[in-house]
């Protein structure tokens, strides 16, 4: 079988891997890595749930070949905030209840933060576009929007 | 209405931070040592018989731990969740839909079993098959399953009065037909399952379902083993809706991990989950209505077909139809014929509403019809005839709270009833609707409905709260939590939770029906009442006072006797483990019956936008007012509330189910095609509680998972109606039907 060497940034910590060239970046953070945030609910990029930023940008890690993160940094929900010290994100999605059943929680999260990167403060309906691709059948969304305009004014103050 | 510290605290999901870092283990997520993962051969077939299996190559092939097929799978039918039936064999002669199991394979890694998949040779004779819910009861149709006649799995038949009387004596009669859709629960885990025997022959099974200790007993009666040797956890939940109520995935990993003696992981792909799972039944509804001039309505009768696909799973949902359609507003004279079919489909079974759900699209439409034709606003034609306190609501139960007017007056004002919105210009037309809802919390006289709770002083003064309850997302430990604590007069941070293991923790009823806080919540009231008072006891006897002269608030014991520097909870519990004489652990415990399964009411509005030219239906707004009696957590009820909307939308507008007519195959079993509403699809939710407080719950509290989604598709279908003049019984209303039906009116 084919082998890949993989190395790439993950939360911060270099990682050097062996993988095989076919296999996908979700497959690795879970399976490799046990970064068991990254979550996988369609396997096809179409729900969001494996959402992890690529040198900043969401990806569906899920159909985003593993050898693409190459020498490039992967943030997954683990190197966001750690129960100790939440990002303003994680905080506002607690404190507004945007949380349920928490399985799209991770996604949605570093979806939101990928926008709150790029436009500080964003309008509610470029929220509601940044995190259409990621797809949530507990909340209704009505809190998740909430809470990511929340956490964009508590992170300009 | 009497103000708590703690109960109605919009107070943030004890698990939260859990789930916002990713540290929240899902079942998807564990991995055990020497853990094989199983994968499912399903059959291409929707009816067909199962000559002979030929596993040899697959058995062979490197890292192939077993294979589970006819061949071998036990001959016993698998048991029925919730007083369904036993009629499955797993594994069975004749697969009877595309998608059926006919193999399983347990390997050391989810490649290598799909690849020893590929290598099983089945030979099937095709059957003729059948789709249709009115074909297959005729004569001639393909029998499903040979013992049950003309493809009839259940019937139900209510009658109350005299119907035929009824419509004499009405002014007007109306008879409409409706039709509902198999509606996906599409949670975002699939289901899930692990299952490991230890070297004892204990089973321990780690699944993704809303009914641990339910699963507990299927197994050991599946398995042909003691009910001690089978332990079921339930670890975090990614939604459930009602899909995972049904013994799924379970059996099928704990027979691989019994042949292999190794943990056995079996997850259903997207794929699976979306055609291979449990559906909503779809429904076909006949209601005749006989009503007078001034809106008193004089007769009902309705019938219903409910598509159980090929297997019955449940009878609840059809019974629920009927109640629903005959018992939700007042009238003397009653009558309902109902029929589960069997089809060579996807299994229905559970979905949020229970069939309540297809019974509230049919007659929330139909009295809109009839409020119109009798020129009686829907409004008041709903206060005037829909069930209220003392009456006798669904499956005849007494209602011992309403606050059903209050929902319509509020929603009334927060919609702008009766004000058009004169913006709309061109293409576009805007209009409104209401629909009043009514739901049991749980199955009390239908089915066994109590749960149990332990609750545990610890000696640092705080508790743990021990209890079954099935958490799916919907934040039920926390509100539980809440119930403890606010009982229990500590402080919310002084609760913790060990939920859903069935070794540990004491029966719980399971996640179905809007019961959990009214049932699993009076358990736990009770349970906390009984630690409390043990704690009380022992204070009173060291200072020489009367035990109910005592009350606790916020870790502070109040009353007769006690020093002026104060006494805490964790005074008290640290002397009471350490004392050399008389030391004691103060336990509380509670088993609780469904005291009346109370009704839950609200009132949905909808504005919606038509674009006439495309058939496009736009929600602009939806109001969701809801009494269920006291919300323990208002911000955890509107959550429930503001996701049954998104569901409800998708139900009544983008939820198409596509089966292939021939072949019988699901042509949209993933998220690109299946629609779900995206965040950008979502209209302005506004959720509103009126909180008449039912003397029957816990705090006064009742539930609102599944009445929630209830009223949202007639409210749309209703304002669909108001907008342009075309009333759509047939859902999802999709833009096609629309167009179509603009078409044909011109």
Redesign the interface.
């Known amino acids: 079988m084919a082998e890949a060497l993989l190395t790439m940034t993950v939360n911060g910590d270099a990682v050097r891997l062996v993988v095989e060239p076919s296999a996908m970046l979700v497959d690795v953070l879970r399976g490799r890595l046990g970064l068991i945030g990254v979550k996988e609910a369609c396997g096809k990029g179409a729900c969001g749930a494996c959402t992890v930023l690529l040198d900043d940008k969401p990806v569906p890690s899920c159909v985003t070949p593993a050898m693409k993160a190459l020498n490039k940094n992967v943030l997954t929900i683990e190197g966001l905030g750690s129960p100790g010290k939440l990002h303003p994100l994680q905080e506002a999605f607690i404190d507004h209840g945007a949380v349920q059943c928490g399985f799209c929680t991770p996604g949605m999260i570093l979806s939101a933060k990928a926008l709150l990167d790029e436009r500080s403060l964003p309008t509610e309906e470029e929220v509601r576009v940044a995190i259409s691709g990621n797809l949530c059948r507990c909340t209704g969304y009505v809190k998740i929007v909430e809470a990511i305009l929340s956490a964009a004014e508590r992170m300009r103050s | 209405m009497q103000e708590y510290t703690i109960v109605g605290k919009?107070l943030?999901?004890l698990?939260?931070?859990?789930?916002?870092?990713?540290?929240?283990?899902?079942t998807?997520?564990m991995d055990l040592p020497g853990m094989l993962h199983a994968r499912i051969l399903r059959s291409p077939y929707a009816h067909a018989r199962v000559l002979h299996v030929d596993a040899r190559q697959a058995e062979r092939l490197a890292g192939v731990k077993a294979v589970l097929s006819k061949n071998n799978a036990p001959r016993s039918k698998v048991p029925a969740t919730l007083g369904g039936p036993k009629e499955k064999v797993a594994f069975d002669e004749k697969v009877r839909y595309v998608g059926d199991e006919v193999a399983a394979v347990a390997a050391v890694s989810k490649d290598v079993a799909e690849e020893a998949l590929r290598l099983i040779k089945v030979d099937y004779e095709v059957l003729p098959a059948i789709f249709d819910p009115e074909e297959t009861t005729k004569p001639g149709s393909p029998l499903i399953h040979e013992d049950k006649e003309r493809n009839i799995a259940a019937s139900v038949e209510t009658k109350v009065g005299d119907t035929e009387a009824g419509f004499r004596e009405a002014d007007y009669v109306f008879e409409e037909t409706f039709r509902t859709s198999s509606q996906r629960?599409?949670?975002?885990?699939?289901h899930a399952s692990i299952a490991s025997f230890d070297v004892s022959g204990k089973l321990t099974v780690w699944s993704s379902t809303q009914l641990p200790f339910h699963i507990q007993r299927l197994l050991a009666e599946y398995l042909d083993i003691p009910m001690s040797k089978v332990r079921v956890v339930k670890p975090?939940?990614?939604?459930g809706?009602g899909g995972k109520l049904h013994m799924v995935v379970e059996h099928i990993s704990a027979l691989l991990s019994r042949m292999t003696q190794r943990p056995v992981r079996l997850v259903s792909?997207?794929e699976e989950e979306f055609s291979a799972t449990i559906s909503r039944h779809a429904s076909i509804i006949r209601l005749k209505v006989g009503a007078a001039r001034d809106g008193t309505l004089t007769a009902i009768e309705a019938q219903a077909i409910a598509n159980s696909g090929a297997y019955l799973s449940v009878t609840g949902p059809l019974r629920l139809v009927g109640e629903g359609l005959i018992r939700s507003y007042r009238c003397p004279n009653l009558k309902f014929q109902g029929q589960s079919v069997y089809t060579n489909l996807t299994p229905a079974g559970g979905f949020r509403g229970y069939g309540n759900t297809q019974a509230h699209f049919a007659i929330e439409s139909m009295v809109d019809v009839i409020a119109r034709r009798l020129g009686i606003d829907p409004i008041k034609f709903r206060l005037k005839n829909y069930k209220k306190m003392g009456d006798v609501g669904h499956a005849n139960t007494l209602i011992t709270s309403s606050g059903l007017e209050d929902c319509l007056r509020m929603g009334a004002e927060k919609v702008g009833w009766g004000v058009r919105d004169e913006r709309v210009t061109g293409a576009k037309r805007r209009g409104k609707g209401v629909a009043c809802l009514i739901h049991r919390n749980g199955t009390r006289l239908g089915l066994p409905d109590y749960s149990a709770a332990f609750v545990k002083l610890n000696a640092d003064g705080t508790a743990l709260l021990l209890i079954g309850a099935a958490d799916?997302?919907?934040?039920c430990c926390t509100t539980l939590a809440q119930i403890a604590a606010q009982e229990l007069g500590l402080n919310f941070n002084e609760i913790n939770v060990v939920a859903a293991d069935t070794d540990a923790t004491p029966f719980d009823r399971g996640a179905f029906a809007s019961a959990t806080v009214y049932v699993t919540g009076g358990a736990v009231k009770a349970a906390a009442a009984d630690a409390k008072q043990q704690l009380l006891s022992y204070v009173g006897r060291r200072l020489h006072a009367a035990p109910e002269n005592l009350e606790i608030r916020n870790g502070q014991i109040y009353g007769e006797g006690i020093p002026d520097k104060g006494l805490t909870v964790r005074e008290v519990a640290m002397e009471a483990s350490q004392a050399r004489e008389g030391a004691r652990a103060f336990l509380g415990e509670a088993s609780f019956e469904n005291p009346a399964a109370a009704h839950s009411f609200g009132a949905h509005f909808s504005e919606v936008e038509v674009d006439t030219e495309t058939g496009q239906v736009q929600v602009v707004k939806m109001v969701a007012v809801h009494d269920i009696g006291r919300a323990i957590n208002p911000?955890?009820v509107?959550?429930q509330v503001?996701?049954?909307?998104?569901?409800g939308i998708g139900y009544v507008l983008t939820e198409n189910v596509a089966v292939d007519q021939r072949t019988g195959k699901m042509l949209n079993a993933?998220?690109?095609n299946y629609m779900?509403?995206?965040?950008?699809d979502?209209p302005r939710?506004e959720v509103g509680l009126v909180e008449p407080v039912d003397p029957t719950g816990p705090f006064g509290a009742k539930g609102v998972g599944e009445p929630s989604t209830l009223g949202v598709a007639p409210a749309i279908a209703n304002a669909i109606y108001d907008a342009i003049g075309i009333r759509f019984t047939e859902i999802p209303i999709t833009p096609e039907k629309v167009f179509q039906a603009m078409r044909r009116r011109e």
């Open positions: 919009r943030p999901l698990d939260a931070v859990e789930k916002t870092t990713g540290r929240a283990l899902f998807v997520d629960h599409a949670s975002m885990e699939t975090y939940l990614g939604g809706f792909d997207r799916l997302g919907t934040g911000m955890v509107e959550g503001e996701g049954a909307v998104q569901q993933d998220f690109a779900v509403l995206t965040a950008m979502m939710v």
